[in-house]
């Protein structure tokens, strides 16, 4: 006889009103395997681990844990069980430090029952190393960029050290080079016998991570694989139902004249912030119809930049930036807007959306100014251009009407997208614009954004995944402290190219 699964979890199903998040699904994590469960976004994923790590607790069906059924009452259950969950959507405390949120609930005490601090940074510190990340542990965690911020859940989450660990989109905001950290932890724990439940729409993770492949469709299991048996087409397939040729599209639109200009930009800060790196000597042109990538390790100063280019930089810029030729300094999003620059931030969630108003109400707002005539939101028009820029993106929502916090997170990352859109903008910048957007939705969000350089929209996009980079980009410029250290166009823009310019490698500069 095998040995009993660590969890075995048995027709699993989940209403939420109408939706059928998750219906009759089977899982199981035996000791030692990386169990990938994949799937397009609302897919059902986020819901089964949130039933499995005791979020959710009114669903059908079956858990089992070392062979005895369990029902937990809420997360804390779940945790002693030894259940330990990285969730898509991170909830640490912004108030609390990095060692603070790591114990948060079971910090540890000295013989006077007080607060071991000390212990506390100091194992924040070492989960911290063996991620390769060395910030200091005294850091508020509302301090940190996205990426920092996943790296403080992932250490909560080892500190725990649990039996079995679920890890929704650990990766999303990390770069290729903590993503190796990651993977080479996560070859430990499973050396060490932890089961370990991964989801991510990068299936170049996959193939190298996962030992089996659960894809859910529509709620339901489509198929259970084989990484290394299966090919990336099948996997495809079984998400979306079809396969997705030529995932990048065509560009090959003609650059027009030149949309943004930007000569040797830096941002002085009266005092500097710890964990963000200002504009130090940015060169860069975006033409008409171009999609010119922006590169760069975490900390190089890509979101930085364009913070700066939507006037909400962190401090004086000084250097020349031509918006259409003509000098651009704005102040803030909307005088950005009124010069027709676009911005979807990383953090849908700080930046992006409220999320308990309505998809509707989300994706009208910044184009509210177009849509108002005499002060009336003109309502008829405006629902009917909502609806037809969510469809073009395919934004899966029961109806616009739902608060937006209610869609799976890839699907709020569309919303983002398309509220952006419906302002018209000449320049779109965007930061990280797919993340945690599955790989049908890729192709599209890939689509688009040819069709609307087509028409003349310049764009500036930064991305932490080089593939994204390379397939869709004419031209990328590579970011290092901040520094413009080189410009590749398509051409000859390799990954090593690219890399070793991030890592501060030689300074080319390519016309
Ligand atoms: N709290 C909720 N209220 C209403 N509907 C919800 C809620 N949570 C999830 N849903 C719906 O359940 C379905 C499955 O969502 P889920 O978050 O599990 O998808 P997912 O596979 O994790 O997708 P993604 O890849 O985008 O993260 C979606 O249709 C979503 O809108
Ligand atoms: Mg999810």
Redesign the pocket.
Known sequence: MTEAPLVRMTAIGKR??S?H?CRGIDLSVRAGEVHALL?E???????LINILSGVITDYDGVIEVNGKPVRFAGPAEAQAAGIATIH?ELDLVPGLSIAENVFLGREPRTRLGTVDIATMRRGAADHLRTLGCDLDPRRLVGSLRVGEQQLVEIARALSLDARVLIMDEPTAALADAEVERLFATIAELRRAGVGIVYIS?RLAEIEVIADRVTV?RNGSVAGSVDPKVASRDEIIQLMVGRSVAGLFGNGGGDPGKVMLEIRDLAVRQRRPVPGRTPPAGVNLTVRAGEIVGLAGLMGAGRTELLETLTGAGIGRPSGEVLLEGRPYRPRGPRSALARGVAFVPEDRRLAGLVLHHSVADNTMLPALTSLTRFGFVRRALAGRTVRDQLAALAV??ASPAVPVG??????QQKVVFAKELLTRPRLLLLDEPTR?V?IGAKAEIYKLLHQLAATGIGILLASSELHELLGLCDRVVVLYRGRTVAVLPQASATPQAILAAAMGGEAKETP
């Open positions: 939420f009103g939706v998040a799937g976004n609302g897919a059902g994923k986020s819901t898509q729409h859910l899966k929502a209610t869609l799976s997170g890839g699907n945690g599955d």
